[in-house]
């Protein structure tokens, strides 16, 4: 099963490294990765595959939700499939 | 790898313009709950219910969290309880309502239809004293919604439940007076009641339906705001294409929603009603759609030309996006749920004969208007009476939720708060239509064809 992680903010230094240290430690892998800044906003989606996590995709959100307001940032857990099913036909 | 447009714009529309899911509805049958004796059969309906809906709450929750879209509400329709009710018709079916919201409590849901009679004909066993107890049923009751069906194109319309339900609406406000008549809110009279609708106050499960089934109802009038304040100044056509875009997407993630409720709870998915739903949020109003398109108000000349038009491609882009369709499937116009309406309906713009001539082109009908506490039961029977007839003729769904506001007048206010909203007390035409509901009888079946 495949997720994809959604960070949005202020551009600061150790984003990325914050989110894929948060995933290595929930045993998610992170697949493929796109980012881009916009002037200072930072948007970063990433793909990663869940099927070997160590904690229940409830906790990982609720991690995920947990980092972002410590940094400041905007981030989503969300299946895959929400995204496959409004976009593609 | 997907499109980061893409997902961007999905989150934007969930966290910015309120895109949601509205309501999973679990739709149980209760035909094999009766019994003469009515403890028993009250029993066997808690049972059910509890045995069925058990982790409709808990699954909702976890659907929601794992694709990142609220779902608003987990509710429960019910087979008409006068149905179930009929062998003991002696005894006073309240006992059923209290069944009923015993389950909600116990499963946690905010709402449970079906406190319901099918009279669009005549009364059968059961449906005289059901109807008769619905004031008592809502006062006494927190989660319960009730609803009647009093006429249909394929029957014409029943004048003597007409004539009846104007004293029991008036007779359910003055019971929940203390309590901002609420339970006139709970309360839905329809022609042309559709037996899968997910949405409360009029759901109820159908005597045709399986005997459990999962229905979605989506919403997200935000969402097409939004897009239509992106585009400009486009022509109407392009107007209509992008409301039809937008719903195509908010009716994809319903079916999504739908689907995998239906697979974790093991029951049938039944249908995606394709709603735009309002509720009292800034920019979640279907009222400032119309306003985006280029009214200066809701209410104005061309409201309902606009709401035509914004109805039907609802339905154009979402009929492509679902497997199944049903229940009420359009645009809503509840004015005490909608910012915009309300707006509209204080200043004056919006009135009780607009908005009976935008009901002809839209989902349901005259839904959460508050009117006069002095109010005539032979006038509510009156409106009752317009708007079926509207619904007979043009083959749809129509309905009437008004609330009398007792011991207050036009330029009052009601607060029902949460999702049912506050509104104005709206004038109503005081002029008798007394002698015209006192006859009673049925109004014909109308003709289906020599349309004109």
């Not at chain 2, 509890?50 to 990142?68: M, P």
Request: hydrophobic share 45%; charged share 20%.
């Amino acid at each position: 099963m495949r997720a994809v992680i959604t960070v949005i903010g202020k551009d600061t230094v150790g984003i990325l490294a914050s989110v894929a240290s948060e995933c290595a430690n929930a045993g998610v892998n992170v697949t493929e990765v796109t980012q881009s800044i916009l002037q200072d906003l930072f948007a970063m989606s990433m793909m990663v595959d869940i099927s070997k996590a160590t904690i229940p995709f409830r906790e990982l959100a609720d991690r995920m939700q947990d980092l972002g307001e410590k940094r400041n940032l905007k981030i989503h857990v969300m299946h895959e499939d929400i995204f496959n099913s409004m976009h593609r036909i | 790898m997907l499109n980061t447009h893409d997902i961007l714009e999905t989150i934007t529309m969930i966290e910015d313009e309120h895109l949601d899911v509205r309501t999973i509805t679990m739709g149980i049958s209760l035909l094999d709950c009766s019994d003469e004796n009515i403890d028993k059969a009250c029993d066997k309906v808690y049972d059910k219910i509890c045995r069925y809906a058990g982790d409709l709450v808990k699954t909702g929750e976890d659907i929601s969290k794992e694709y990142g879209i609220p779902i608003i509400h987990k509710r429960i329709s019910v087979t008409p309880i006068a149905m179930i009710a009929a062998p003991c018709q002696s005894m006073n079916p309240v006992k059923f309502a209290k069944a009923l919201e015993r389950a909600a409590q116990t499963t946690g849901v905010n709402f449970i239809g079906g406190y319901s009679a099918l009279v669009h004909k005549g009364f059968a066993p059961g449906d005289y004293a059901l109807i008769q107890s619905i004031p008592e049923a809502l006062s006494e009751t927190e989660h319960v919604c009730s609803s009647v069906n009093i006429g249909s194109t394929k029957t014409g319309i029943n004048m003597d439940a007409v004539a009846k339900m104007g004293r029991i609406i008036r007779k359910t406000a003055e019971l929940t007076a203390d309590r901002d008549c609420i339970g006139a809110a709970k309360l839905v009279v329809f022609c042309n009641a559709p037996e899968d609708n997910p949405f409360m106050a009029g759901a109820f499960h159908g005597a045709g339906e399986p005997d459990c089934v999962i229905n979605v109802g989506v919403s997200g009038p935000g969402v097409v705001r939004a897009a239509l304040a992106k585009a400009g100044d486009c022509d109407i056509t392009e107007v209509a294409n992008l409301v039809k875009r937008t719903a195509f997407k908010i009716t994809r993630t319903g079916q999504l929603v739908a689907q995998e409720a239906a697979r974790r709870l093991c029951v049938p998915f039944g249908i995606i009603d394709l709603s735009l739903a309002p509720t009292p949020a800034i920019g979640d109003s279907v009222a400032h759609i119309l306003e985006e398109m280029g009214l200066e108000t809701c209410g104005a000349h061309g409201t309902t030309a606009a709401l035509a038009l914004l109805n039907d491609a609802v339905k154009k882009g979402g009929v492509m996006a679902s497997s199944h369709v049903g229940g009420l499937s359009g645009a809503f116009i509840p004015v005490t749920e909608d910012a915009g309406m309300i707006d509209a309906a204080r200043s004056g713009a919006l009135t009780l004969t607009k908005l009976e001539a935008m009901t002809a082109v839209c989902s349901v009908g005259l839904d959460m208007i508050v009117i006069p506490g002095d109010t005539t039961a032979d006038i509510i029977s009156g409106i009752i009476a317009d708007e079926a007839a509207i619904g007979m003729v043009n083959t749809k769904t129509t309905a009437v939720r008004v609330i009398p506001a007792i011991g207050k007048a036009a330029g009052e206010e009601l607060n029902f708060g949460g999702l049912l909203g506050e509104g104005p007390v709206m004038a109503v035409n005081r002029h008798s239509p007394a002698r015209f509901i006192q006859r009673g009888g049925r109004i014909p079946a109308p003709l289906q064809s020599l349309k004109n």
